[in-house]
């Protein structure tokens, strides 16, 4: 099936510090990818949409100077969390379409999540 | 808004005991419903779907029918395991390629032996 990465799996940063997030679709070409966080016991928000070749659209309330998203090719997204602070520790979670013939168009395939702690 | 309202957990069941975890979603047009399962400290998978009114989804057991009457999508499982313990999460999408999932709050399930 198809299989979505993350990396790293955890950070721990200073504030202050800016931490990148990558998003890979392993065995399928993905023209969106989502990204989410989970706070604890909590469902997940939706922060951005991520197309490769433009711009992210970022849900309301969501920085867009702080999370910067890029979606460089068909396999690969980043978020990067710039200028870290304390409030931004959660866990990441990116999701992702196949965007083959053929492929269920509603499916989302998720990452595993990485979890940012800023200290 | 479109939403999802998940019953709140957690539920904590014997095993072989019959599951039912309710979930009932707001939308202006006709998504498609899905759950999706998070195990301890893995990712989120896709456990079933159905995609219009009177669809069953079904998957290792779970099943789920989408009513549109009742705008709801409720998970069942006949006996469950104590494998099953996880937090299950009731989403909707529309029929758009860009469109992502709007999540209910999830439900932990906890099944002892």
């Known amino acids: 099936g198809a299989v979505v990465s993350q990396h790293p799996s955890r950070v721990i940063c200073k504030s202050g510090t800016s931490v990148k997030i990558e998003c890979r679709s392993l065995d399928f070409q993905a023209t969106t990818m989502f990204w989410y966080r989970q706070f604890p016991k909590q469902s997940l928000m939706l922060m951005a949409t991520?197309?490769?070749?433009?711009?992210?659209?970022?849900e309301q309330g969501v920085e867009k100077d702080k999370f910067l998203i890029n979606h460089a090719s068909l396999t690969l997204s980043t978020l990067t969390v710039t200028s870290a602070h304390p409030e931004d520790s959660s866990f990441y979670i990116c999701s992702a379409r196949d965007a083959g013939r053929g492929a269920d168009w509603d499916t989302q395939y998720f990452g595993p999540g990485t979890r940012l702690t800023v200290l | 808004g479109d939403s999802v309202t998940q019953m709140e957990g957690p539920v904590t069941l014997s095993e072989e005991a019959f599951l039912t975890i309710n979930c009932t979603y707001t939308a202006t047009g006709y998504p498609s419903l899905f759950w999706y399962v998070q195990y301890p400290g893995e990712g989120l998978q896709l456990l079933l779907k159905a995609t219009k009114a009177d669809d069953k989804g079904s998957n290792k057991g779970f099943e789920a029918t989408y009513r549109k009457e009742t705008t709801s999508f409720h998970l069942e499982k006949g006996s469950v395991q104590v494998s099953d313990s996880a937090v299950y999460f009731c989403a909707l999408s529309f029929n758009q390629a860009g469109t992502a999932l709007i999540f209910g709050k999830g439900t932990t399930l906890s099944v002892s032996s």
């Open positions: 991520s197309n490769e070749g433009s711009k992210a659209t970022y």
